[in-house]
């Protein structure tokens, strides 16, 4: 396969330095993106593309804004049609089924608030319905490796965009592995978040319990950064989850859990196994323990995926259209969702018994290892060995990815490697919930070891700051500083500590002795901490660590009424933070009740 040649990266990272220094212009780089999208010519990528003369009126409209205070300012990306985008018919593979949404699915609404720019809506297996991307009638999108193998499903088109460097990132949907899959076959990362930290308003269900939208992007700290605009608590979706932080060990204490041989299965696909036995090499060489685990229950969970009662959540999504249109459903997807038919209320509750059990004996493996290790997939397969075994092959594709929201983990799949054929292989990377960001720095850490080029191109993986989270340092070359408001992981001004090399080292709360008011007047909704003498309150906080040089320029971005003093946390302990000049104050909010600025923030 010949690489797609360009003369600079789409990565988040790298374009966000070049409109800052000036150097590129939004409008500028959506036109380019449009020239690779001709030059690229597969149409089956897309299911809708946003008219040229549109994505440059955004661009445009960028132009009077400061590019540093939108984390995602001028950043291209695409929608999995799926997703409802305004004005724009969501079809979810399925032309008749299409309808046009008044209103943006809630993750779009917020990446679009911060800058990013839509570009179109991307083809996937109809109705989020498979592993192999080949279940659409708007054709098999190309896996940009060879075109002989199948790109990956559901999200097929979003995977091939970014792999192509047609988009910085892409959002995908993960119910089975969806948004993990596809970035194997395409040499791209895939971040499947925590259940519940992005909102599902406005995504066509697949199994509604268990659906994650997911995040395509050319590196890790790039899917960090989407993740951080991306989450956050929505009161109009019922399975939104308040988002938690919890930390990774750092890679000298990681313990990463490795299924045993015996339960290995590569299908046949001898270099697919030799490429995840560097990968847990590798591993090791960058500090980690490698821990052989019993992956039985893992397993046994992922076949109650669609060999139980969950497949009658995708007929309760779209049974009376099946029911009415059975004719304008793909014969693969009519037949599994149809099969949702089979279970009654008996057979739904007996199988929640059984993954109870199951989470059980997963939370004694997880007593052995922080992390678990495993092959995204076990091999990649053909178009038309697809064709001829539809189900079975879409299963095996299935086999270390399906178990992951039914036990509520987060997982990461990166590159690993490429077979003697010049396609690629993956490495999905999983802890329990909330450890999304740590998943997101180990991940990095192993892709820059592995080093290559971004997806599909011929682009070198850049030098950027890694999403870093690990256990606390003591180290006298470090600052640790406490953040309340905007700076907060997933709210919008969190890039400067993560471009600053910023990491994450505990959640906690301030000592009962600080009010926090909503600032009124901020061009970013902020809030400001005061220090009172009597009737104070306990705030949640995130505190974070800087180089000392990283921290001078950090301070230096900071505008009044805010400033850096001396905090004093629950415990005791003292640290840099932000606290707010008493004078402004006066007509603000004072949302100390609340316990902190997500709380408060998330009713809006």
């Known amino acids: 396969m010949e690489k797609v040649n360009y003369s600079h990266s789409l990565d988040i990272h790298s374009l966000l330095d070049r409109y800052r220094t000036g150097s590129l212009a939004p409008a500028d780089a959506i036109a380019s993106v449009y020239d690779r999208i001709e030059r690229y010519a597969d149409p089956a990528v897309w299911i809708y593309l946003a008219p040229?003369?549109?994505?440059?009126?955004?661009?445009?409209?960028?132009?009077?804004?400061?590019?540093?205070?939108?984390?995602?300012?001028?950043?291209?990306?695409?929608?999995?049609?799926?997703?409802?985008?305004?004005?724009?018919?969501?079809?979810?593979?399925?032309?008749?089924?299409?309808?046009t949404p008044a209103r943006s699915s809630a993750v779009v609404e917020r990446l679009c608030a911060a800058g990013a720019i839509a570009i179109g809506k991307t083809n996937m297996d109809q109705f989020a319905t498979g592993l192999v991307g080949t279940r659409t009638p708007y054709g098999v999108c190309r896996n940009p490796f060879d075109r002989r193998y199948i790109p990956g499903g559901s999200s097929s088109g979003s995977a091939a965009a970014v792999s192509a460097g047609l988009v910085s990132f892409a959002l995908g949907t993960d119910t089975a592995g969806s948004g993990r899959v596809p970035a194997a076959f395409t040499n791209i990362v895939g971040l499947k978040p925590s259940c519940g930290s992005?909102?599902?308003?406005?995504?066509?269900?697949?199994?509604?319990s268990l659906d994650c939208v997911s995040v395509f992007a050319l590196t890790c700290a790039d899917a960090a950064s989407v993740l951080q605009v991306a989450s956050g608590f929505d009161a109009e979706d019922a399975f939104s989850r308040r988002p938690e932080t919890k930390v990774l060990p750092d890679l000298s204490s990681l313990r990463v859990g490795v299924p045993g041989d015996g339960e290995l299965e590569f299908f046949g696909n001898a270099e697919a196994e030799q490429r995840y036995r560097e990968a847990i090499a590798r591993l090791q060489s960058l500090g980690c323990t490698i821990a052989p685990i019993d992956f039985k229950p893992f397993a046994e969970a992922a076949e109650l995926l669609y060999g139980g009662p969950w497949v009658a959540e995708r007929l309760a999504a779209i049974g009376d259209f099946l029911d009415a249109h059975p004719e304008d459903i793909d014969p693969i997807v009519y037949e599994i969702i149809s099969g949702g038919k089979r279970y009654d209320a008996v057979s739904a509750y007996r199988a929640s018994y059984r993954l109870a059990e199951l989470r059980q004996q997963a939370e004694i493996q997880w007593e052995s290892m922080d992390v678990l290790a495993v092959p995204t997939?076990?091999?990649i397969y053909t178009v038309a060995e697809v064709a001829a075994e539809p189900i079975a092959l879409n299963t095996n594709l299935g086999r270390y990815t399906n178990f992951a929201n039914l036990l509520d983990l987060c997982a990461i799949a990166v590159p690993s490697g490429f077979q003697s054929s010049g396609l690629p292989a993956g490495l999905t990377l999983m802890a329990p919930a909330w450890h999304d960001l740590s998943l997101c720095s180990l991940g990095s850490a192993f892709h820059a070891s592995l080093g290559g080029t971004l997806g599909a191109t011929d682009l070198p993986l850049p030098n950027v700051p890694e999403p870093a989270i690990a256990a606390e340092s003591s180290s006298e070359e470090q600052v640790k500083i406490a953040v309340v408001g905007a700076h907060l992981m997933g709210e919008p001004l969190n890039y400067q500590l993560i471009e600053g090399g910023g990491i994450l080292l505990r959640a906690c709360r301030t000592s009962p002795i600080y009010r926090l008011y909503a600032l009124t007047g901020t061009a970013i909704p902020k809030p400001g901490l005061v220090r009172q003498n009597e009737g104070g309150s306990a705030i949640e906080v995130e505190v974070w660590e800087l180089s000392i040089a990283a921290f001078g320029r950090f301070v230096t971005k900071i505008p009044p009424p805010l400033g850096i003093g001396t905090l004093v946390l629950e415990d005791g302990s003292m640290v840099q933070g932000f606290l707010c000049e008493s004078y402004a104050v006066t007509d603000a909010i004072d949302i100390s009740d609340l316990g902190g600025w997500r709380a408060y923030n998330f009713r809006f």
């Open 198 to 208: 992005i909102g599902t308003r406005g995504l066509l269900p697949a199994v509604r």
């Open 377 to 379: 997939t076990g091999t």
């Open 52 to 99: 040229l003369a549109e994505a440059l009126e955004r661009a445009k409209a960028l132009e009077n804004l400061d590019p540093q205070k939108l984390p995602l300012y001028g950043i291209p990306f695409a929608i999995k049609d799926n997703l409802d985008w305004a004005g724009v018919p969501t079809t979810a593979g399925c032309p008749q089924f299409a309808r």
